[in-house]
């Protein structure tokens, strides 16, 4: 990304080892995520310019001689950001906060090839050779899978628990699906696009709600019995969304933030009152890869449907423009 | 109190059942809480003389006809919410957030009687007739000891994990108490007060932290391998508190918010990059009630030991006085 809104897709050196625990990946596809559209939209700052991408994955190309998850030829799924798996931040179940951690996005995935840092602490073997079909859903385990999943859990999604959630982009789609594989009784999923209130449905969500703000809170009360949802998964990042999302809880629910958040501020009070507890921020998807996979690999799940747009690498402008322009709700690049 | 600064104590009616779920009782002891002081500090206006305190402990007077907790003659111990203990709410365990709760502040407990309204999913009978010496902490477990419970809980103190306390008021040091009790491994009291900190070691606190602002979380840093405490307890409740809160914890860390929140703006990115999980508000103290009255008459805690000040109910306006000149940590009220 050169700047706000102007991508090129241009060569660069192909990625060596470096470290002794980097491995380099070939990878089968990848894409553009919805924090991507930050820095695209200007709300982040484009002060150089930077290689993109965060999610992947791919075959192993090379490793360093530290490296013993997998050998060349092996395939893999990263997190967005790197981890060691042993500090013991990783041992609490949070690798995205690892003490060692590097941020996927500075070395950019939108690409052929990628070097992944510490890859025995952050790579995910799967057990031979995926089918093609399988690709787009191990590549949302990369990150939107990942990220809607931790926002179900940190929402304590599960049986007997009205969820409802605050965005229908991919994370917020797949938080749905996460919270039906959590066995969430309801699932209230807030949306006005009729193709993303379908693939909703499709993931497992029982109501729909197309009302924001005010009417949008109402709404999910008047569907909880005047309580508000056990559980909240607010996948945005603004004010409103927020707002919205702690407004539709219930006294003593949770709220899994998982958007990221930009010039959000949260009145304490409100916060105080409201008697909802928060967790969120960048998902430990690491902690998540290995049961992802599974279920994706056995066709429990099928997240690669949030990909309604597929274009060659070489396209990945377009791709941007589609999802700033919410003409796609996610993009593949092929590679 | 009539304005703030202002209070005065004056004959009112007697309260009666007004119900049938409604008791009335005589009061053991009453007390001012750190929470009574942003109205006497003006910080919450007082816009008509209104009466005060919501701690409270005692004899069951008078009962309802729909009252069968407990009989005249009992002891009982209670909440500053009412609770029904029986909705949606409740059963999740957050009694402090019930659909029929009603502030016991608003009924005044700074007095000799008191009616209860809910008498039945609010109050606790103790089993039997209290030693005197236990009646400070009794009255403790009403308020200040359940919420300083509640924020260790919140905080997921327990075994194995570092907990950092911010504030030095009652709350904050039964806050060590609870975190103590839960089997905390090491807990970080933050005073500069001498005689708060050296009740906080009493409490259980291993280590002491007199540094506020940068300098108190550089210091808690130091002491968990610059990691942070995996559990933080916020006791104050202004927005320097709970930054000094947010960032003494770890990434993955657990904060529990028990101050009542003043003119506090939480920064969304700051929240989100911390991955500091938040649970706070007015605690669910019924929640607690039995175990900590089971605590407290086997002489397990002692904590009443919060109360440095003990006045007639007559000279509440002193007990007032020093509480916000930090003459004393909090003030008993004899009736």
């Known amino acids: 990304m050169h700047a706000a809104g102007i991508v090129r897709v241009e060569e660069r050196p192909d990625p060596r080892i ?3 625990t980097d491995a380099v990946i070939r990878l089968a596809a990848t894409c553009v995520c919805g924090s991507d559209l930050w820095a695209y939209r200007g709300v ?7 290689p993109m991408g965060h999610e992947y994955c791919g075959v192993v190309e090379e490793v360093g001689s530290g490296v013993s998850i997998a050998k060349v030829g092996d395939f893999v799924v990263g997190s967005f950001f790197t981890s060691d798996n042993t500090c013991e931040i990783c041992r609490s179940g949070y690798p995205s906060g690892c003490v060692h951690r590097t941020g996927m996005g500075s070395l950019g995935a939108q690409a052929e090839l990628l070097r992944v840092p510490l890859a025995d602490g952050t790579l995910v073997a799967t057990p031979g050779m995926p089918d093609a079909r399988h690709l787009p859903s191990l590549l949302a385990a990369s990150d939107v899978l990942g990220t809607g999943w931790y926002g179900a859990v940190a929402a304590q999604a599960g049986p007997g628990r009205t969820v409802a959630v605050v965005g229908d982009g991919a994370v917020g789609l797949l938080a749905v699906l996460a919270a039906a594989q959590l066995g969430a009784e309801r699932i209230i999923a807030m949306s006005r696009h009729a193709p993303r209130q379908e693939l909703a449905r499709a993931f497992g969500a029982t109501d729909i709600v197309a009302d924001r703000g005010d009417e949008g809170v109402a709404a999910v009360r008047e569907l909880t019995g005047g309580l508000g949802a056990h559980s909240t998964i607010e996948a945005v990042g603004t004010q409103e969304s927020m707002m919205q999302a702690i407004r539709s809880t219930r ?7 998982v958007g990221v958040a930009h010039g959000v501020q949260l009145p304490g009070d409100t916060l105080f009152f409201s008697q909802v507890a928060l967790e969120g921020g960048p998902a430990p998807v690491r902690r998540f890869l290995p049961e992802l996979i599974e279920r994706i690999l056995s ?4 997240p690669g449907r949030v990909f309604d747009l597929s274009l060659p690498l070489a396209e990945a402008a377009e791709g941007y423009a589609a999802m700033d322009e919410r003409r796609a ?3 593949l690049l092929r590679v």
Chains 1, 2 share one sequence.
């Open 18 to 20: 470096e470290q002794p």
């Open 44 to 50: 982040e700052s484009v002060k150089a310019p930077m």
């Open 251 to 257: 006294r003593g629910g949770h709220l899994g933030y």
């Open 299 to 302: 066709d429990t799940i099928d």
């Open 329 to 331: 709700i996610k993009t």
